[in-house]
């Protein structure tokens, strides 16, 4: 009998209740009990919805209060020195410095987990780190999912993993020094969950599905020896996990590896199955995850079928259906979606319709079809609905897509020749200052958009508020003195949504949030069809802003690769041709802005390392369409007009050759939080176009001081050209509140002029 469970839930809510305790917690209106009581509650709810689907286990372990990643250091007691905390006696506020800093500390570095839009917190390696235990929060979830009637899988980030996805920050040569306290503290963990009568772990380890060098690779083998070896064959039993990829090239480790059964991603890795298949160990689970954890599309249930039934036949009970990876990916529930038009409905699946697809799977595999027949049909009128729909493919874009030549992605000139204009057009000082794009969004700016989308308030008083917001920004940079200015992006809820309720090919969810870190959720839109923009998005608020100042103000859009990444993108064509369908849509908003008198237009790209297939032998294929897209998003204007790109929370270096191919004018990036470490790689490839590394971390609510600033422009300086060289925060600042994104504004502007007079000093001495 096949059995069937997830790799994991969405942790925040259907309506996202955990975001708003923690966001209440942070502020002081209400207290860690009370943050505790909604993490019980979501917790219980979620466990009861995968024993009412079906599930065999439920999963315990995946709910976090920030990420993963750093509840598993927290659980290990592996946090870092500096923060001089007791890891056996942390407190959520503790635990919450270590994610967001405070005045006395800087927070830990934050950078994308694999290639999805999900963050976490990166471990930082010393050589002083413990891994002697910390708290007891994943024993108290346990007690509760037991107290609850549940039979209890744990999930745990793997040891390997771990490690592999940290830093080291001193004293160490090679993370895999570690190994030894790393291992030594799974065998405490796993000892414990041991004691308290746990039956299945899963551990997941999904760097197997990167190319790893020899010394990792060979540390699955000892490693996993000796956690085995610790339990003496006894339960808990190991699941080890892979997801987001296929691992082939480890069948044979993974065949060998003395854990219980191994997890395949089935849908990231489809070709992978027959060779785990063949001479699978009989003593040994095989999990199959089948049913797409990063994406809403309903599962083709028949297809899907024909392929697990002679696995069925050959495993038995030691098959187990599965989700490709956790839900974290997707939202919580389809039934929260009552204004989705039906037919569009019919295609999709959230969370919980994907725990009734994993059991409607087990039935069909178990004998028991007829239980669940009506899953089957609603799946086939799904398929063949998407196949048939009108309303997917629109002629006039493919016809214009077909047309798009080499030409169409080119500058009329080089960099140095556009620079050499922009520079005599705007005559900016040295270091010139600017911020990202968004600023603060209060909760009078919300609830004006909200009062306008359920028609409370008219077009021209909606139009009226958000000017105001806008004249107040703008004056509030003008008071700063900024060099370039922006619009503050008051009209815009979210930086992907905003402009996909604006093309066509785009559907939009009114529930469908999911995590991407913190409290920090999005609501991806969903691209089910050719994309096509109607009419200007932006044009009318960056013109307005422009009559406010004699500055120059940013266009500000999001680019192609990033519109894709953080959507739900159909399945039924190359994710490339969709990248540019909408490239070609920017691009026409991009030149009706230069027609507005605009001159400087940015085109944000922050997903566009996250899209990098996990894989090197598979980065040309994607990098190159990747870079035509932005390309052809920005090459329709003049010389003068200067286009900046942003991108952040992201490892750069490996790809600085295609950013340096995206030829934007003006490039800036995060770089604060790893203290311009990712900086380095800029100059020693000799970035060729402007740079503005961000100086201050926007989601911390630290102010930095000035000299703060200055240490990491001065640290910047020896990297890139002063000629080269911009001065921005890392990120926009909408979730920041106004007095301290002023203050820590007022600093960074200062830190410019300092650097300014500094300059002009060296000059004069020389």
């Known amino acids: 009998m096949a059995l069937a469970h997830v790799l994991g839930f969405p942790r925040i809510g259907a309506h996202r209740e955990l975001k708003f305790a923690q966001e209440s917690f942070w502020k002081g209106a209400s207290d860690e009990a009370a943050l505790r009581a909604t993490g019980a509650t979501l917790r219980a709810r979620h466990w009861q919805a995968q024993a009412d689907a079906g599930l065999d286990f439920v999963t315990v372990g995946d709910f976090a209060w920030y990420d993963q990643v750093l509840g598993t250091l927290a659980l290990l007691g592996a946090i870092p020195s500096r923060f001089g905390f007791d890891p056996k006696q942390l407190s959520l506020a503790d635990y919450f410095i270590l994610a967001r800093g405070s005045k006395q500390h800087f927070a830990m570095e934050m950078t994308k987990w694999f290639d999805t839009n999900y963050h976490y917190l990166v471990p930082e390696w010393t050589a002083d780190v413990q891994f002697n235990g910390g708290v007891d929060w994943l024993h108290d979830e346990i007690a509760e999912a037991r107290a609850l009637g549940h039979k209890v899988k744990v999930a745990l980030v793997g040891p390997l993993t771990l490690l592999y996805q940290g830093k080291i920050k001193s004293g160490l040569g090679h993370k895999l020094d570690l190994l030894p306290k790393v291992v030594a503290g799974y065998q405490q963990l796993l000892q414990r969950l041991h004691a308290a009568g746990i039956e299945s772990v899963q551990i997941d380890e999904p760097i197997l599905a990167l190319e790893l060098d020899a010394a990792w690779r060979n540390a699955f083998a000892p490693v996993y020896a000796q956690l085995n070896a610790n339990l003496q064959g006894s339960a808990p039993a190991l699941l080890l996990t892979t997801y987001f990829g296929e691992v082939s090239e480890h069948a044979e480790l993974l065949r060998s590896l003395p854990v219980a059964g191994v997890h395949l991603d089935l849908v990231r890795g489809a070709g992978q199955l027959e060779q785990f298949a063949a001479g699978w160990p009989q003593d040994k689970v095989l999990s199959l995850g089948v049913v797409d954890g990063r994406n809403l599309w309903r599962t083709d249930l028949d297809q899907v079928l024909t392929r697990l039934k002679p696995l069925q036949a050959q495993l038995g009970d030691r098959l187990w259906v599965a989700s490709s990876c956790s839900l974290l990916h997707v939202p919580v529930d389809l039934a929260n979606e009552p204004k989705l038009d039906e037919e569009l409905k019919s295609w999709l699946a959230f969370a919980t319709q994907k725990l009734a697809e994993i059991v409607a799977l087990k039935q069909a595999l178990n004998g028991k079809a007829a239980a669940v027949e009506a899953q089957f049909v609603a799946s086939r009128a799904a398929q063949a609905s998407r ?82 917001e806008i004249r107040v920004v703008v004056e509030k940079q003008e008071q700063l003195g900024l060099d370039v200015l922006v619009h503050g992006e008051p009209e815009r809820n979210d930086m992907v949504e905003y402009f996909g309720e604006q093309l066509w090919g785009y559907a939009f969810t009114a529930n469908g949030w999911v995590q991407s870190y913190g409290s920090r959720c999005v609501k991806p839109p969903v691209i089910y069809g050719d994309v096509y923009r109607p009419e200007a998005m932006t044009v009318g608020w960056s013109q307005f802003a422009q009559t406010l100042t004699a500055k120059p103000m940013k266009g500000m859009l999001t680019g192609p690769v990033t519109m894709l990444q953080w959507s739900f993108v159909r399945d039924d064509q190359p994710r490339e041709t969709t990248a540019l369908q909408i490239a070609l849509a920017l691009r026409d908003e991009v030149c009706d802005l230069e027609k507005a008198n605009i001159g400087m237009i940015q085109i944000d790209e922050p997903a566009f390392r996250e899209g990098l297939p996990l894989k090197s032998r598979d980065w040309p294929h994607y990098l190159d369409w990747a870079v035509r897209a932005f390309k052809i998003s920005a090459a329709g204007v003049g010389d003068e007009t200067q286009i900046h790109t942003h991108m952040c929370y992201s490892e750069f270096n490996d790809i600085l050759p295609w950013i340096a191919a995206m030829d934007a004018d003006v490039i800036t990036i995060e770089t604060s939080r790893s ?92």
């Open 387 to 468: 196949r048939s729909s009108s309303r997917i493919h629109n002629p006039l874009v493919q016809k214009r897509l077909a047309a798009v030549t080499a030409a169409d992605a080119e500058r009329s000139a080089g960099f140095e020749a556009r620079i050499a204009k922009q520079q005599a057009k705007w005559q900016l000082p040295a270091f010139p200052t600017t911020t990202i794009g968004s600023f603060p969004q209060t909760a009078e700016i919300r609830q004006a958009r909200a009062a306008y989308k359920r028609g409370d308030i008219g077009h021209l008083d909606y139009l009226d508020k958000m000017r105001e």
């Open 675 to 766: 203290d311009m470490e990712l900086l380095d790689g800029f100059g020693e490839f000799a970035y060729p176009n402007d740079i503005g590394p961000g100086v201050y971390d926007i989601h911390s609510p630290r102010v930095p001081q000035v000299d703060e600033m200055e240490r990491l422009l001065r640290k910047a300086r020896g990297v890139i050209p002063d000629a080269r060289l911009w001065v921005n925060p890392d990120c926009g600042l909408k979730t920041r509140g106004w007095p301290e994104t002023y203050e820590a504004l007022e600093n960074m502007v200062l830190a410019a002029k300092r650097l300014r007079e500094t300059v002009e000093q060296e000059r004069k001495a020389a």
